[in-house]
C-alpha cells in the first residue's frame, strides 16, 4: 500500500520545528512529493536541503566547510519499524547528538515528541537516515531525512551554535 504521512502529520512538524527556510540557524521542515522515482538519493536530497536551509552563509563559509563534518550517524534497517526518539537519544556524536537532542528539548517537549513520532515512526517509511551537519567550527547539527514507500520524502533540520 502506498501510504505516506498526512499532510496534517507533516503541518504539524512544520508548526513545532519551523517551515522551510534559508535562516541557516535553528530547525526548519523540508519536504518534497511523492514521485515513482527520484533523481538523486536520499543523502544527495539532504545535502541540497542543507545547502538550501543555509542560505547566503553557504557561500560566504564556503561549501567544503559546510560538507566536511557530513557524516551518516544513523540508518534504520531497511523495513524495521523504529523509534525515533529512541535513535535521536542513541546519537552518540557529542554535537550533533546535542543539537538533535535539543528537537525533544524545546517548550514543549511532550509536543515535539508527538510530532516526531507522527512523522517519522510511520509505517510507510522505507528509508530513515539521520546525518551529522556543521561548519567545523561553531555550528553543528543534524538532518533527519526520511522516505516513504509512495516517494514522498521530508527531512527536518537542526542546525545551532
Known sequence: MNTSPSASVIAELEEVFGAPSDAGFGSAVFSSP??????QSLEAEGKAIYQKFCGDIWEKFG?????ATWKLLHERPAGGVGDIVTEIQSIRDPESGSAAQMLLDGADPDRAAAALRAAFN???LVRLQIFKIGDGGAMSGAIIAAETN????????????
Open 122 to 124: 510511520d509505517t510507510s
Open 34 to 39: 511523492a514521485t515513482a522515482t527520484h533523481s
Open 63 to 67: 561549501v567544503e566547510n559546510w560538507l
Open 150 to 161: 509512495a516517494g514522498a520524502r521530508f527531512f527536518l533540520i537542526i542546525l545551532l551554535d
